[in-house]
């Protein structure tokens, strides 16, 4: 099974990272076939919105880094993404990369009506917010960023397979009980 991770932190050790991270090595320990990617690290022009997209299927923009991560999407069975709640969404960067990719994740009948490309395949969604359990859910945080992924990916035909959120994180970093979620959130697939 090959399985992509992509890390929509900027944060190289920071609570989405750290599971992250550990669910890599739980991925590689059960024999998958992981790739890490880190929003943060790709070189990524904004989408101008151009939509030449739709019909042709190739982004008219220079090669960068959202080809080489959506050919790794289209070649996985699994993708994990995570990513910490700015402002009740995702991060910026990570925004960015899938703006750009939305041709090769979500395709468009005669009628204007979405079609996924990317049917059968599952993921799982992290996300972690410095507001404090149960609030970011109920006042739309980490539940804001997890919203997010979920229209993206499951539009795109992508089951989710698990949701992993941790609220407080300011004070409260990842627990190891959270950890144990995102080991078995893989043994899950």
């Not at 059968?120 to 006042?139: A, D, R, Y």
């Not at 959120?165 to 300011?170: E, F, K, L, P, V």
Request: net charge positive; aromatic share 6%.
């Amino acid at each position: 099974m090959k399985v992509l991770i992509i890390n929509g932190s900027p944060r190289k050790s920071g609570n989405i990272s750290r599971m992250l991270h550990v669910m890599e090595e739980e991925a590689v320990s059960c024999g998958f076939e992981v790739a890490f990617l880190s929003a943060a690290d790709l070189s990524v022009i904004p989408c101008k919105g151009c939509m030449v997209c739709r019909k042709s299927l190739k982004c008219v923009l220079p090669e960068d880094d959202a080809q080489r991560t959506l050919r790794l999407m289209t070649e996985c069975d699994v993708v994990i993404v995570g990513a910490p709640c700015y402002w009740g969404n995702i991060p910026g960067q990570l925004k960015i990369l899938f703006d750009r990719i939305v041709y090769g994740m979500m395709g468009e009948g005669t009628s204007g009506i979405p079609r996924p490309l990317h049917k059968g395949k599952k993921s799982i969604l992290v996300s972690t917010s410095t507001t404090p359990f149960p609030f970011n859910i109920l006042f739309n945080q980490s539940q804001g960023a997890i919203k997010a992924l979920k229209e993206i990916l499951k539009w795109s035909g992508f089951k989710i397979s698990a949701v992993i959120q941790q609220g407080g994180t300011r004070k409260h970093p990842v627990s190891e009980r959270k950890l144990k979620s995102c080991r078995k959130a893989i043994h899950r697939l």
